[in-house]
């Protein structure tokens, strides 16, 4: 249950939201998302009240999820799958293929993989194809739930790597992550919630060397 939470994500930010499971942070993801209903509070994006709207709504005015854990469809292959996050914008086939082109830019392992089940795929590539699928409906701010939960080492730094560039080609971006290590190097800003309220915000820099972060967070 989310309690008061009040925080901003300007254009152009890789902004992060910190806390240990159980904090806030994937509720708080899906209730933007429009995945869960609020039952007060408003959600502003560009100046337009999206609060309640349903979910395909929402991806329509801009929003994408990659959620926690993934939620692929393991059973069709990856360019189906990336195929399912434009659903709802409804894009053209020339939009389509540029959307196709910036996922295998992006991951390239995707192009290679793209009749193979996603069921079937490492977890660093499942990873890379939720983030990819999240990105084919051309958001404007993309919610990032935990993408280093249970990758390895290389692979964590692989996908942080990504995510900047992400960023760099003109998407904003909101980070949950329970690594406080990885989204504070990466982020300008971040949150910290416990028990469903924010009760810690500040630059990367300021959070990174606040002790009650690093003995929380950053095992310090």
Sequence with gaps: MLDSVSLEVMSGELVCLLG?????KSTLMRTIAGLVKPSGGTIILDCEDITGLKAERIVRRGVALCPENRHLFPRLPVKKNLSLGAYAKHFNVKVMEECYDFAY??????????EQLAGTLSGGEQQMLAIARALMSKPQLLLLDEPSLGLAPLVVESIREKIVQIVAAGTTVLLSEQNAGIALSISSRGYVMESGRVVLEGDSESLGSD????????GI
Excluded: I, T, W
Aim: proline letters at 9%; charged letters at 30%.
């Design 105 to 114: 830019e992006l991951f390239p392992v995707l192009r290679e993989r793209g």
């Design 211 to 218: 002790p009650e972060v690093k003995k929380a967070y950053l």
């Design 20 to 24: 240990a499971n159980g904090a806030g």
